[in-house]
Nanobody
């Protein structure tokens, strides 16, 4: 399974970031595959943002409590993609954002800078 992130590299403060992860070589509808978003701010460690998982009957999500109020992860099954929306962006959200399948492949990451 290969994953590839896409989205804007520059976001203004207070705006909503929207990133898409395109999955190839596998299906976004595979049961119990945890499709995740992770980020790494400059000179800091990895921070888990959240995941979405399909149980066979429905999708469910889980988010980092520190980001939960601003985070939404959803899937687009027609395009085999999952997306991250992070609202009310601040410069502290500047980071490399990764999509990944838990226990499996990661995307190469995409740099997001929050600046006016």
């Amino acid at each position: 399974v290969q994953l590839q992130e896409s989205g804007p590299g520059l976001v203004k403060p207070s705006q909503t970031l929207s990133l898409t992860c395109t999955v190839s070589g596998g299906s976004i509808t595979t049961k119990w595959y945890y499709w995740s978003w992770i980020r790494q701010p400059p000179e800091k460690g990895l921070e888990w943002i959240g995941y979405i998982v399909y149980s066979g009957s429905s999708y469910s999500t889980s988010y980092n409590p520190s980001l939960k109020s601003r985070t939404s992860i959803s899937v687009d099954t027609s395009n085999n993609q999952f997306t991250l929306q992070l609202s009310s962006m601040t410069p502290e959200d500047t980071a490399v954002y990764y999509c990944a399948r838990r226990g499996g492949s990661w995307g190469q990451g995409t740099q997001v800078v929050v600046s006016s």
